[in-house]
């Protein structure tokens, strides 16, 4: 890479993007960055502070009036290992496990599709992003964070991939659950990411897809450097 720019990492939840988009910040030395981690962590504050659950509306007001209260709610990432990993913290405290579980997955397209919500996350993202050299995973970084990336990529994978893959990592962390519900949240997420009113989930006209149904990392990532030395970044 000549110079340090944004790499916009886009697509369906559980298609494997941020372990691309971490393998890919690791290759050029850029900070990586996982904004579902941040409507992840604005989702557990809110189940925390009763303004939503798992069956039942958010209150939207209370949630609204928390996140402009001063002093403002802290989401930041700390590196925390030595390959550059980063964590995700909530007010001063290290919720990266917490944020991952089934309860806050089923109700976190419901706080990500708050205008307010995405005003309070695409704020500190974009203070992020003015640093450059970063690879950031989300939904709509392409399209409505950053515009202007000069890298976009949206990555999708068929559904009963992702669904395994979400089992095994779930199971990975202990959480009892079996396909067919990992398979309905998917399917539910997609739904709720697709069709909300504010930046709704579509590739941007200028983004390269990545279906990485049958490929593994390596495959990915060989793909990723026939990319840039074709664009010539
Ligand atoms: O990638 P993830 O599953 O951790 O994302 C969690 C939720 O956050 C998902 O339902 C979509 C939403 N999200 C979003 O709306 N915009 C982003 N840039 C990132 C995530």
């Known amino acids: 890479m000549t110079s340090r720019i944004i790499i916009a990492v886009d697509g369906y939840s559980s298609t494997g993007k941020s372990t691309f988009a971490k393998a890919i910040a690791k290759e050029l030395g850029y900070v990586y960055i996982d904004t579902g981690a941040m409507y992840r962590a604005v989702t557990l504050l809110a189940i925390r502070k009763g303004c939503a659950g798992r069956g039942r509306a958010v209150d939207a007001a209370a949630l609204e009036a928390l996140l402009s209260a001063r002093p403002s709610v802290d989401v930041s990432f700390r590196v925390s290992g030595p390959d550059g990993t980063s964590e995700t913290w909530l007010d001063g405290e290290n919720v990266e496990s917490s944020i991952r579980t089934l309860e806050v997955s089923g109700v976190v397209s419901h706080i990500a599709a708050l205008p307010f919500v995405r005003d309070f996350v695409d704020r500190r993202l974009r203070e992020i992003g003015a640093r450059k050299g970063v690879v950031m995973d989300g939904r709509d ?68 897809e990545l279906d990485n149904s049958d490929m593994t990392v390596e495959d990915q990532m060989e793909w990723f450097r026939n990319l840039i030395k074709e664009r010539k970044l």
């Open 141 to 208: 970084i392409g399209t409505a964070v950053f515009p202007d990336a000069e890298l976009k990529i949206f990555m999708t994978a068929r559904p009963e991939v992702r669904a395994r893959r979400r089992l095994e990592e779930l199971r990975s962390r202990g959480e009892i659950t079996d396909y067919a519900e990992v398979l309905r949240n998917i399917e539910e997420r997609d739904y709720m990411d697709r069709h909300r009113k504010t930046a709704p989930l579509v590739k941007a006209a200028d983004a390269v």
